[in-house]
């Protein structure tokens, strides 16, 4: 027997949970308040890394081990390449890295000490040991999305429904009412709009807003960028974070000390002098012969206590996955899994 789910929110969680419920066999009805997908939601961008290695918790090592698992069987559900599995390198103390050669030996996880003089152009901590976990990767973001419409837009239990924003949730019907007045119901309610899931629910979340910078690497470069990992806790300070080229995407940088907490999407942050600060963070060994191309303000939502995503039960059969960001998008799969569980076990 079928259920009808109404997913609000078209980003990464919204849309892997409704392509979960659809193939199991739900009826499901997706909303958006632009485009589906939506180049403005924090879901769409170039790329996002992906890894599992957390060197001081050997149980987030093992659910990011699952999500990497997860992401595997999308791309053969979809039918499109969008993982580009060429590593990721992260620089830590040899303290954790001693710890953390012990959590992949535990887990499973392939882990190697990577060759210290093998990442040139790029700057670490002095000091560090540097981890290369080579199942890990980056996630063409925009297309995964994108692979993901392509595939609801052709299953029969879908509705898709772009330009349609939510201006109400009544999370014990549970049902949504849209901003031309129109009230949809449903057995099972899932609230993912990110940022802006604080306009709809009352979730505890903190917001936070981080400039990246995109560049071109210069030709002599290019071929080795081309083929080069993630690269995570990088620069002098260990704060930086690196995506490479490859699949029609550019060079990504970003620092910690470019992510600022917020209480609004929208305002008249400079943000040409938080992409100055992202250029001049060190992590490139030479910044001036990279090209600018462009810089984007982002905004992710976290759980204040722990810093990541929760997904919060708020009624009956009304769920929330406020947070956004990298983490969110990681972790989505796992996400859109433990709502079908759910809507299983309500079933049951």
Same mark, same amino acid.
């Given at each position: 027997? +079928? ?56 149980? $987030? ?11 595997? $069987? ?8 969008? +993982? ?20 992949? $030996? ?77 009230? @949809? ?22 917001? +936070? ?20 990992? %993630? @690269? ?10 690196? @995506?490479?080229? %490859? ?37 490139? $060994? ?13 905004? +992710? ?37 433990? @709502? ?9």
């Amino acid at each position: 027997m +079928y259920r009808q789910v109404l997913v609000v929110g078209a980003g990464a969680t919204g849309l892997l949970t409704a392509i979960r419920c659809a193939a199991a066999g739900h009826r499901v009805t997706v909303l958006d308040r632009g485009p589906i997908p939506n180049p403005r939601s924090t879901s769409f961008d170039q790329h996002r890394a992906i890894r599992a290695l957390d060197p001081d918790d050997p149980a $987030a090592t093992a659910v990011a081990m699952a999500a990497h698992e997860r992401w595997l $069987a999308l791309e053969a559900l979809l039918g499109e390449r969008f +993982y580009r599995r060429v590593g990721v390198v992260t620089a830590v103390s040899p303290e954790s890295a001693a710890r953390a050669r012990a959590i992949a $030996a535990d887990t499973g996880l392939p882990l190697s000490v990577a060759d210290p003089e093998a990442y040139g152009p790029v700057r670490f901590p002095d000091g560090t040991v540097r981890l290369l976990e080579p199942d890990a990767g980056v996630l063409l973001a925009d297309r995964v999305l994108r692979a993901a419409v392509r595939w609801l837009s052709r299953h029969p239990l879908v509705s898709l429904r772009p330009w349609q924003p939510v201006s109400e949730v009544d999370c014990d019907a549970p049902a949504a009412t849209t901003a031309r007045g129109e009230r @949809i119901g449903a057995d099972v309610l899932l609230v993912a709009t990110g940022p802006w899931s604080r306009d709809l629910v009352e979730v505890p979340t903190v917001l +936070y807003r981080q400039t990246v910078v995109y560049l071109r690497p210069p030709e002599d470069l290019a071929r080795w960028w081309e083929h080069a990992p %993630g @690269i995570g806790r990088a620069g002098p300070d260990g704060r930086s974070w690196v @995506i490479p080229p %490859g699949g029609e995407t550019l060079l990504k940088i970003s620092t910690a000390a470019a992510c600022r907490e917020t209480t609004v999407l929208d305002d008249d942050d400079d943000e040409r002098s938080w992409a100055g600060l992202v250029l001049n963070a060190g992590v490139l $060994a030479e910044p001036a012969r990279y090209p600018v191309v462009s810089a984007r303000r982002c905004h +992710y939502a976290v759980d204040p206590h722990t810093g990541t995503g929760a997904l919060t039960r708020l009624g009956p059969a009304a769920w929330a996955r406020a947070a956004s960001g990298g983490d969110g998008f990681r972790t989505a799969p796992l996400v859109a899994e433990q @709502i079908a569980d759910t809507l299983t076990a309500v079933l049951a």
